[in-house]
């Protein structure tokens, strides 16, 4: 992606003189529920900028949005039959006046070129912003904390620092460089230096005791300093040393559409609309929200009836406490002192299955564990590795009958995939020492949640015989006699088409899981372990920390990076042993190939990446958006947008408005393969822990986000 100065924007563009019989001649007819026309500037057409109609008089706020093309000309299809604001936005400009519109009329907008840089930049991804952090020095570490040079002495390398900024800690909740975190609020800016406000800042809310503790991780005085000179210098009228390029190519035919669901107070975690196996599944259906720590209903959108509703959920132990415990945070200057976040169920990740019911994770109970899942119990996986306490465990719901099932599993729970096997097989991660599943082909057969449940510690095969035996523990030295027990836990999970599963696992460097089950998985299942390149000899190939992940029909794993890449590793490149003594992490780099993502790097950095902080990598498998199967497409979270890799380039699908989108998942569904593109599409949603900070400000709800490919950008 080349980026362009904020002086050159406007020299970049078309500046064609065209008479108005030329325009005549060009422009397109809306047909009856299209809204089409020509956005033009003081110089000619205005090609990739955003159009968007937005209207409130449907039962949901409803916006859609698309790209002018060449000539400036737009159109935007198959609205609903309403009034609608409509105004453009694009980089270079100012936004502009709003026109109230009918369907089936046209539009003709005079686009407002900035006048300044401070205003083209207003509306530049969070990423810009944050690109002008500045990070401390390689030379600074290892941190010697307030006696030296202020960084955490658990801070190894500059890398682990970029790690817990981006998704090992702040960006993993929310953005930086949203117009809520680049300016610091007015309440805060009387209490001293920037260092002072920011340390106040970090406390509030909820999640205050976990930020301070993050910054503390990093160093206390040197984190707040860092960050309190990053909001000081724009304060002080300082923007982004590069500006982003107009959407261009296929990134000029997306049409956005966007509908709020939930409520003000309450943040969502991810969606679903289909079954991942068969996206066909559920076609024109409803699609069901997760809203993780926040509250306790299933957000449900209609999308044909552009309305929203709620599945309430319940626990099945009254004693169940709130996830997020008694508000121990300092006033915050959106919410005081209310509890805002009251969830008990907390519930993380759905997905949906071939009968489209809604399979999530979800806390039914207080966290310790039922009697069959401990030392003692005759259960298969509790006598080979017995389990104490599990935070969330699982729950369906099935939209035919309005039930709610709960179901009680002994480890815990945060992802979870469909495997294609006969049994159903639901994988979920997020059981630290161990991997769970439920058998749910059986649990439908008997209802019996303790037999169809299983899980297996994660074992490495050091000794090289290729099958499961006597294991040292991960406190202890290989023993090439022996396998070896890991603790690097799944976080993401995704069953490949061979039968294995992978996942990734965080912290730094980090890594993913290749599990393969074997006939009786709790004492056969074998796990190998990856890691990033992160100490290779030539920075252009560093790469750390992985997030999310996902794998493709070849076997091919797809992941997010907190360096900024996107990489893939692929296993038949490895050259050397897969199991033995040395297989333990760093034995096949040659099966990683980082893509460093679309953004500018953080300032003092000088390794390959970017600043963005991608929190999720998923794959178009059966491709439902039309980019191609298997597809890797990166959340963008300091993009504001989803990044696809097509062909080894990437195409960004910025969300314009509002600023802000930062989602954590994407599901693709085929509602109807012989429509085109009308037929199909990727569905995300706004998943930021604090909307609030989006542009809208207080009151702005989580949004549901479909994502179409036009053949063209005036397509209908």
Not at 28 to 38: F, L, Q, R, S
Not at 197 to 202: I, L, P
């Amino acid at each position: 992606m080349r980026l362009l100065p904020v002086h050159a924007i406007s020299s970049a563009l078309p500046a064609l003189a065209l008479s108005s019989a030329l325009l005549t001649a060009q422009s397109v007819a809306p047909g009856p529920t299209d809204i089409a026309g020509t956005v033009r500037g003081p110089r000619g057409p205005e090609a990739g900028v955003w159009v968007i109609a937005e209207t409130k008089e449907l039962p949901t706020h409803f916006v859609r949005i698309v790209v002018t093309d060449d000539s400036g000309r737009y159109l935007i299809p198959d609205l609903p039959r309403a009034a609608y604001d409509v105004w453009v936005r694009g980089y270079g400009l100012v936004d502009s006046r709003k026109v109230r519109a009918r369907i089936g009329t046209v539009v003709n907008v005079q686009a407002t070129p900035a006048p300044d840089a401070r205003s083209a930049a207003r509306i530049y991804p969070a990423g810009y912003w944050l690109s002008m952090l500045k990070v401390p020095a390689e030379t600074e570490f290892p941190g010697t904390g307030a006696a030296g040079n202020g960084i955490a002495p658990t801070m190894k390398s500059q890398q682990d620092w970029i790690r817990t900024v981006k998704s090992g800690g702040c960006t993993a909740c929310h953005q930086l460089g949203t117009l809520g975190t680049r300016v610091v609020p007015e309440a805060y800016r009387a209490m001293g230096p920037a260092a002072a406000q920011w340390e106040r800042r970090v406390q509030s809310g909820q999640a205050g005791p976990q930020m301070l503790a993050t910054i503390d991780g990093m160093g206390h005085q040197r984190a707040l300093q860092l960050f309190g000179e990053w909001t000081d210098r724009i304060a002080a009228g300082e923007v982004p040393a590069t500006s982003p390029t107009r959407p261009r190519g296929i990134e000029r035919n997306v049409v956005i559409t966007e509908w709020d669901w939930a409520d003000p107070k309450a943040y969502m975690h991810d969606l679903v609309s289909t079954d991942r196996r068969d996206p066909t599944v559920n076609a024109w259906g409803k699609m069901y929200g997760a809203l993780e720590l926040s509250a306790d209903y299933l957000p449900v959108l209609d999308p044909k009836a552009n309305a929203i509703d709620r599945v309430p959920l319940t626990v099945r132990d009254p004693a169940t406490e709130p996830a997020t415990g008694p508000h121990r945070g300092a006033s915050s200057v959106y919410w005081g002192d209310e509890a805002i976040w009251t969830s008990k169920n907390n519930v993380h990740n759905p997905m949906m299955d071939e009968k489209g019911r809604v399979w999530i994770t979800s806390a039914i109970r207080p966290p310790e564990n039922p009697a069959f899942c401990k030392a003692g119990s005759t259960h298969p996986s509790a006598k080979l590795f017995p389990l104490n306490r599990s935070g969330r465990q699982l729950a369906m719901y099935d939209p035919t009958t309005k039930k709610l099932t709960h179901i009680n599993t002994c480890f815990g729970t945060h992802h979870l995939m469909f495997a294609e096997d006969p049994q159903r097989t639901l994988w979920t991660s997020g059981g630290g020492p161990v991997i769970g599943w439920l058998d749910t082909k059986l649990f439908e057969q008997t209802g019996d949640e303790e037999r169809a449940q299983g899980w297996t510690a994660l074992i490495l095969d050091t000794n090289g015989d290729g099958k499961r035996g006597p294991y040292t523990e991960p406190n202890e030295p290989i023993d090439p006699t022996k396998d070896h027990r890991i603790t690097a836990g799944f976080y993401a999970v995704s069953p490949a088409p061979d039968g294995s599963v992978w996942g990734s696992s965080l912290g730094y460097p980090g890594g993913i899981l290749r599990l393969v089950p074997g006939a009786h998985p709790p004492e056969t299942a074998l796990v190998e372990y990856f890691e990033p390149p992160f100490n290779s000899a030539d920075p252009a190939k560093r790469g750390y920390s992985p997030r999310g992940m996902d794998i493709d029909r070849n076997g091919v794993a797809w992941v997010a990076l907190a360096s900024g890449h996107l990489a893939s590793f692929d296993r038949r490149k490895c050259t050397g042993p897969l199991n033995g003594p040395t297989a333990t992490g760093q034995h096949c780099p040659e099966g990683w190939t980082l893509y460093p993502e679309p953004l500018p790097q953080l300032s003092n950095v000088t390794a390959s990446g970017s600043a963005e902080a991608s929190y999720y990598t998923w794959v178009d498998q059966h491709d439902a958006l039309g980019l191609g199967k298997n597809t890797p497409i990166n959340t963008g979270n300091a993009s504001e947008g989803l990044l696809a890799l097509k062909d080894g380039q990437w195409v960004v699908l910025r969300v314009p408005y509002p600023t802000g989108f930062y989602t954590k998942w994407m599901d693709g569904r085929i509602d109807d393969a012989r429509a085109g593109w009308k037929g199909r599409g990727l569905w995300a949603t706004v998943s930021t822990r604090a909307p609030f900070h989006m542009e809208t400000g207080k009151g702005t709800t989580a949004k549901a986000v479909h994502f179409q490919m036009r053949p063209s950008p005036l397509a209908r």
